[in-house]
């Protein structure tokens, strides 16, 4: 997964790509937790989705954006629209229903 700027998502919104976003924080623990269930989900992504993280440490800006305080937070959009968004880490099988529930949102 890439390190993205707040700038460089707000490209990837812009150009309609599907993308996964993750906001964390450097020594959060549930954070870094949930890597190897993302590192997952993306190897088994067969839908061309984007990949991101944005550090809340290095980008403290994101979270009053996104409006939450919670971390880690997940998001996910297509067509230049948000189409859902989850905080806290609950496992795999929760995080992988997440993404195809928000993936087939319309």
């Known amino acids: 997964m890439k390190d993205w700027t707040p700038d460089q998502l707000q490209n990837h919104i812009e150009s ?17 937790l949930s890597i190897p269930a993302i590192e997952r989900i993306q190897a088994a992504d067969q839908s061309g989705m984007h990949f991101g993280q ?20 997940f ?4 067509d230049r ?10 496992g795999l099988e929760k995080l992988k229903a997440f993404v195809d529930e928000a993936s087939a949102k319309s």
Do not use: M, Q, Y
């Open 16 to 32: 309609g790509n599907r993308i996964f976003l993750k906001l964390w924080k450097k020594g959060c623990g549930a954070c870094k």
């Open 54 to 73: 944005i550090s809340t440490d290095d980008h403290p800006e994101i979270l009053e954006i996104t409006g939450t305080e919670v971390l880690p937070a």
């Open 75 to 78: 998001f996910v959009f297509s």
């Open 81 to 90: 629209k948000l189409k859902g968004s989850i905080t806290g880490f609950k």
